[in-house]
């Protein structure tokens, strides 16, 4: 539990660091996702990820983490696939790490509560 109190801390602080690194522009149009990771070794890092089919995060959005962009080509406006938040949790199930922690820069769409629930 305590890991996971830390780790809320850590994506609250980080969502605010990209929000404020963001352009009016963007924020309007496109939505940042960052996760707090467990990878199988035992090592924690950050992941970070864009809505859209190309998920490109700029290096001001990114800084040292870790950009994901495990896209989906199966992806609709319905199924959501594509968003930041679905991005970084199939790439956590594909190697095998556990999510401590996960925010966006918005307020998280149904579909993606759905399976973030689904995924635990």
């Given at each position: 539990?305590?890991?996971?109190?830390?780790?809320?801390?850590?994506?609250?602080?980080?969502?605010?660091?990209?929000?404020?690194?963001?352009?009016?522009?963007?924020?309007?149009?496109?939505?940042?996702?960052?996760?707090?990771?467990?990878?199988?070794?035992?090592?924690?890092?950050?992941w970070?990820?864009?809505?859209?089919?190309?998920?490109?995060?700029?290096?001001?959005i990114?800084g040292n983490?870790?950009?994901?962009?495990?896209?989906s080509?199966?992806?609709?406006?319905?199924?959501?696939?594509?968003?930041?938040?679905?991005?970084?949790?199939?790439?956590?199930?594909?190697?095998?790490?556990?999510?401590?922690?996960?925010?966006?820069?918005?307020?998280m769409?149904?579909?993606?509560?759905?399976?973030?629930?689904?995924?635990?």
């Amino acid at each position: 539990q305590t890991e996971i109190a830390d780790g809320n801390q850590i994506i609250n602080n980080r969502i605010k660091n990209i929000l404020e690194n963001m352009t009016e522009g963007e924020k309007s149009r496109t939505t940042y996702g960052a996760a707090l990771v467990k990878l199988a070794d035992g090592t924690i890092e950050m992941w970070v990820s864009a809505a859209g089919k190309k998920g490109y995060v700029s290096l001001r959005i990114r800084g040292n983490d870790k950009v994901i962009k495990n896209k989906s080509l199966d992806e609709d406006n319905i199924n959501r696939f594509n968003d930041a938040e679905q991005t970084l949790m199939r790439e956590a199930n594909e190697v095998g790490a556990e999510i401590i922690s996960m925010g966006a820069t918005r307020y998280m769409c149904p579909v993606c509560q759905t399976v973030a629930k689904q995924n635990g």
